[in-house]
Nanobody, 116 residues
Framework: QVQLVESGGGLVQAGGSLSLSCAAS????????MGWYRQAPGKQRELVAQ???????NYAASVSGRFAISRDNAKKMVYLHMQSLEPEDTAVYYCNGFYNRGSNYWGQGTQVTVSS
């Protein structure tokens, strides 16, 4: 059974930092591209950051320079380090693991709230 379990969300003041973690199980982790998405109330889910199996990173323009994604293949973990947080970063953050269309998995989400 595939599971992606996020942790680390919470409430933080604007300008602060927060780190999210995602623990994967039930997949061959090192063949999956891993990413973080977010969904704010009334908005569509959007890509925040991705890291390929080769370690190539991709970021949304709105978070580039403030967020950093990393992965630990041995521990089957992916992380999102967020700094200089803004109220606009408030959303539910989802961990994603993608191999192909039939192997595309999501976590349950973790809430990040940035107060002004």
């Amino acid at each position: 059974q595939v599971q992606l379990v996020e942790s680390g969300g919470g409430l933080v003041q604007a300008g602060g930092s927060l780190s999210l973690s995602c623990a994967a199980s039930g997949i061959i982790f090192n063949i999956f591209n891993m990413g973080w998405y977010r969904q704010a109330p009334g908005k569509q889910r959007e890509l925040v950051a991705q890291m390929s199996t080769r370690g190539i990173e991709n970021y949304a323009a709105s978070v580039s320079g403030r967020f950093a994604i990393s992965r630990d293949n041995a521990k089957k973990m992916v992380y999102l380090h967020m700094q200089s947080l803004e109220p606009e970063d408030t959303a539910v953050y989802y961990c994603n693991g993608f191999y192909n269309r039939g192997s595309n998995y999501w976590g349950q989400g973790t809430q990040v709230t940035v107060s002004s």
